[in-house]
């Protein structure tokens, strides 16, 4: 049988509507179907995961729901019920006939609640508020807050929080919560960054638990590079079953791997820092305390560093060696490049290069189907990157993996969002 949506049901894939049956581990093994396990004996959780597989699916039906989950379709039918009449969930037509009455599908509601997403880079803070789907709504960004003490940027986060909201006509009690992103080491489970910013009162601070009780919302902490590998997953962009790796480059460079659409968390939910792998064991010192790391060798800084040491380029490109803002810097390296000029072509490359060693390790380590190159430095040059990249990967690895740009589309004239936005090509647009 083939719902709407071309997806095998029943076929013995494993899948109802591209929702897996089963509850996949990370060491590749599966656990029993969801229905026997504990976690069902919660009526909150079972409400959650019901909906999440309807938003994993984009449109579903409930006997599909049924299958997915091993619960009883009166189960199933009193849960979406309860969605329903939350506003979360909706009837969306008819699927594809299957030799009997066709079955309703169900989707999300995508204006009943929002969310709030907050990225705190280096020199730049990123909020924006999207819907159920991931929609975008709103969007500002300004500068300065990571060199702030946290006792006085947290605030000012939440007040242009609430101006944002009230922009986009969005009433508070309609928020589900906040998803704060950053860089570097974290403590996920307590909400603290240990990384220091560029000023050390951010190491240590409980920035999840202070922002949360200055909002009233929950607020969940988490790693930009992980996050945008998951925002892959939910954008509809990989198969659900599938590894994929995420290399993530702004002004520095991450990694997240995924596997059937759980994110590979390790020990301590630091895993997959690629940008502080070591490639010369005779290299600088990270100030990480690592030796000869990525980063300082592909990273924007690395690549800015070494153009403004690069004779004619700083002036040709009227680069500011004091210059605040490094995405500035690196994109306007990243333009020259794409227009063809040889330095600035070349500096690009050999960062590229660099990366695909990385992507190479990523390969060889986690097995990965396919590896993503999302964050708003790739996208800037983005069918540069992914041509070396893919070069590199194909000429040192025993099978192909593909390397693809990430699902995100403009939102500055310099820069692109990773998660808003269909999945696009690597040409710029």
């Not at 986009?168 to 603290?192: E, F, H, I, K, T």
């Not at 333009?335 to 600035?344: E, F, K, R, T």
């Not at 040059?381 to 740009?405: G, H, K, L, N, W």
Request: with cysteine; net charge neutral.
């Amino acid at each position: 049988m083939t719902d709407a949506r071309g997806t095998g049901a029943g076929d013995g894939s494993g899948t109802i509507g591209g929702v897996s049956k089963v509850a996949p581990r990370i060491d590749g093994t599966e656990e029993d179907t969801v229905a026997t396990s504990p976690i069902w004996a919660s009526r909150p959780k079972t409400r959650g995961l019901v909906l999440d597989l309807i938003r994993s699916a984009r449109t579903i039906t409930r006997i599909e729901l049924a299958e997915a989950t091993g619960l009883t379709g009166a189960t199933i039918s009193e849960v979406v019920r309860e969605l329903m009449g939350d506003g979360l969930v909706v009837e969306a037509g008819r699927g594809a006939p299957t030799g009997g009455k066709p079955r309703t599908l169900v989707q999300l509601n995508p204006l009943a609640r929002y969310s709030v997403g907050i990225q705190l880079e280096r020199n730049t803070c990123v909020i924006v508020v999207v819907d159920l789907a991931g929609r975008q709504v709103a969007r500002t960004s300004f500068q300065g807050v990571a060199t702030m003490p946290p006792e006085q940027a947290l605030p000012l986060v939440a007040s242009q929080i609430d101006a944002l909201l009230a922009t986009a006509a969005v009433d508070r009690d309609r928020v589900l919560g906040v998803g704060l992103v950053s860089y570097g080491p974290q403590d996920r489970r307590v909400g603290v960054l240990l990384t220091p910013q560029p000023t050390g009162k951010w190491l240590d601070y409980p920035v999840a638990r202070r922002l949360a009780e200055i909002l009233e919302l929950p607020v969940l902490l988490d790693n930009d590079a992980a996050a945008a590998a998951i925002g892959e997953y939910w954008m509809g962009a990989v198969d659900p079953r599938s590894t994929y790796g995420c290399i993530y480059m702004a002004t520095g460079i991450g990694g997240g791997v995924v596997v059937a659409g759980e994110v590979y968390r390790g020990s301590s939910s630091n895993s997959v820092e690629i940008g502080h792998i070591s490639i010369d064991v005779n290299g600088d010192e990270c100030p990480c305390g690592n030796i000869g790391c990525l980063e300082n060798y592909a990273g924007p800084s690395a690549l800015v560093r070494q153009a403004l040491a690069t004779p004619g380029l700083a002036q040709r490109l009227a680069l500011d060696p004091a210059g605040a803002d490094l995405l500035t810097e690196f994109a306007r390296v990243a333009a020259a490049a794409n227009a063809g000029d040889p330095d600035a072509r070349g500096l690009v490359e050999q960062s590229a290069r660099y990366l695909g060693s990385a992507a190479v390790t990523m390969t060889g380590l986690f097995d990965v189907d396919t590896i993503v190159l999302a964050g708003p430095s790739f996208a800037v040059a983005s069918s540069i990157y992914q041509a070396v990249i893919q070069q590199e990967v194909d000429r040192r690895t025993f099978a192909r993996r593909p390397i693809r740009c990430g699902s995100y589309r403009r939102s500055t004239g310099r820069t692109r969002r990773r998660w808003a936005g269909r999945p696009s090509s690597c040409r710029a647009s």
